[in-house]
């Protein structure tokens, strides 16, 4: 019904740059707060930042002032611009939406498929 799809995601040297994006596809009437997680290998899933329908964002600490959440709602995107990256931001990100369905008008909960982001020291 909703497909979620992220890229952007590469390999890159500490101190650079990546833009990933998180597309929305489907029966969707509106989509609620859009977040984006990440796992590095051999660790839980983290929140790394969130953002709602009407703008408001927020951010896990360790990316604050480095990493900006952004949407169009136009195209059904969220973006993650990440700046200043660390090796230790290498993970494989994921996003994840709470959408309204055009058939039911239920709030459900779509995951992407992820993307890779390493960051080399």
């Known amino acids: 019904q909703v497909e979620l799809v992220e890229s952007g995601g590469g390999l890159v040297q500490a101190g650079g740059s990546l833009r990933l994006s998180c597309a929305a596809s489907g029966s969707i009437f509106k989509i609620n707060t859009v977040y984006w997680y990440r796992q590095a290998p051999g660790k839980q899933r983290e929140l790394v930042a969130s953002i709602t329908s009407g703008g408001s964002t927020d951010y896990a600490d360790s990316v604050k002032g480095r990493f900006t959440i952004s949407r169009d709602n136009a195209k059904s995107t969220v973006y993650l611009q990440m700046d200043s990256l660390k090796p230790e931001d290498t993970a494989v990100y994921y996003c994840?939406?709470?959408?309204?369905?055009?058939?039911?008008?239920?709030?459900?909960?779509?995951w992407g498929q992820g993307t890779q982001v390493t960051v080399s020291s």
């Open positions: 994840n939406a709470d959408v309204v369905l055009v058939t039911t008008r239920l709030i459900y909960s779509y």
